[in-house]
């Protein structure tokens, strides 16, 4: 498929481009999980280049997407890529801000909520699936986690 073509080349300015086509046509045809999908994998783009402000507005209209679609799975996953996404602009922030420690608290409570999803997907996804959804997110958890005590560990001996 072309739109993964542009994406595992990192032209991700091209991807976001596609994935905008595939915006509207799922638009088109009143598809709302395209709709909601499609917003993800902008997002995901926009993230890749450091846009973190497009990135959580495309997320947050999947997630509400996947919301008003019922589809569990859609919300699980909205919730991850906010929580990578925030903890993708902790990174950037750097330094011991208060933006890095709000944007490693939001990034918890994103994958928080992410974990609240999965274990609603137990009884209907495959041990395997559940098992890789599940690591993902405690993998990811535990990067929030250290990386918010280094900085807890940069501003004690900075006070």
Do not use: W
Request: hydrophobic content about 40%; proline content about 1%; charged content about 25%.
């Amino acid at each position: 498929m072309v739109i993964f073509d542009v994406v595992d080349s990192g032209n991700f300015d091209d991807a976001v481009a596609e994935h905008e086509q595939e915006l509207v046509l799922c638009e088109a045809l009143d598809d709302q999980l395209g709709m909601a999908v499609a917003h993800r994998r902008i997002g995901e783009c926009c993230g890749e280049l450091g846009s973190f402000d497009d990135a959580l507005r495309h997320q947050r209209l999947h997630l509400d997407l996947a919301q008003r679609c019922g589809s569990v799975v859609e919300q699980q996953r909205a919730h991850a890529t906010i929580g990578l996404t925030h903890f993708r602009r902790a990174e950037a922030c750097g330094g011991g801000t208060p933006e890095e420690a709000e944007a490693l608290s939001d990034a918890e409570e994103a994958f928080r909520q992410s974990l609240q999803m999965c274990e609603k997907l137990r009884s209907t996804t495959s041990d395997v699936e559940y098992s890789e959804m599940k690591t993902r997110l405690l993998m990811n958890f535990g990067l929030s986690y250290t990386a918010f005590t280094s900085l807890c560990s940069v501003i004690s001996v900075t006070l």
